[in-house]
């Protein structure tokens, strides 16, 4: 069974940095992704930044250039670094993976992701 737990969140004012965590158990596969999404209220949930088992990344256009995800001891925690934070930042943010016992399958956490954790909220004041 797969376990994500986030950690990190917080009430913070723009400007200000804030580092997100992931506690993943129970990931079997080689072949996995991980990420974060967020939903403000009233909106969609976005999908914030993503990293594949090979050490890809990719980033949300509104994130890019202010947010780093990374990846701490194997795949048992993911981290985002959240820096220079805008009230539009705001929002509950969810660590979400996926993987697959096929290696040639490349997985898009952005459509795949199927294992979520219960979400952190982030609060950025003006």
């Known amino acids: 069974q797969v376990q994500l737990v986030e950690s990190g969140g917080g009430s913070v004012q723009a400007g200000e940095s804030l580092r997100l965590s992931c506690a993943a158990s129970g990931m079997t596969y080689n072949n996995y992704c991980m990420g974060w999404f967020r939903q403000a209220p009233g909106k969609e949930r976005e999908g914030v930044a993503f990293m594949n088992s090979d050490g890809t990344t990719s980033y949300a256009d509104s994130v890019k250039g202010r947010v780093t995800i990374a990846q701490d001891g194997a795949k048992n925690t993911l981290s985002l670094q959240m820096n220079s934070l805008q009230p539009e930042d705001t929002g509950m943010y969810y660590c979400?993976?996926?993987?697959?016992?096929?290696?040639?399958?490349?997985?898009?956490?952005?459509?795949?992701?199927?294992?979520w954790g219960q979400g952190t909220q982030v609060t950025v004041s003006p």
């Open positions: 979400a993976a996926a993987e697959t016992r096929v290696v040639s399958w490349r997985l898009s956490c952005q459509n795949e992701a199927n294992y």
